[in-house]
């Protein structure tokens, strides 16, 4: 059983930045490709970056330049950058492997983007 969870979502100003965290725990995390997925009201869960076992690296073309992804396979974490934060980048922010355990989503952590 994989456990993951996620922190470092709060309410930021359009232009501003945040960074995610994600605590994985239960699989033997270097094997996996990571990603972080969001998911807004009414929307469906979308994946906005990844980070594969193997060092490359795919951003969803809404996130793309603004967003950096990056994992350290010594503390079982991925993490998430987001810089130039749009009202549109509100949602909760999920980490999971690609393609998702379906089993394993955590909470997951809001991301507010408003003035």
């Known amino acids: 059983q994989v456990q993951l969870v996620e922190s470092g979502g709060g309410l930021v100003q359009p232009g501003g930045s945040l960074r995610l965290s994600c605590e994985v725990s239960?699989?033997?995390?270097?094997?996996?490709?990571m990603g972080w997925y969001r998911q807004a009201p009414g929307k469906q869960r979308e994946l906005v970056a990844m980070y594969t076992n193997l060092g490359r690296i795919n951003y969803a073309d809404s996130v793309k330049d603004r967003f950096t992804i990056s994992r350290d396979n010594a503390k079982n974490a991925v993490y998430l950058r987001m810089n130039s934060l749009k009202p549109e980048d509100t949602a909760v922010y999920y980490c999971?492997?690609?393609?998702?355990?379906?089993?394993?989503w955590g909470q997951g952590t809001q991301v507010t983007v408003s003035s």
């Open positions: 239960g699989g033997i995390f270097r094997i996996y490709d």
């Open positions: 999971n492997s690609d393609p998702p355990n379906v089993g394993s």
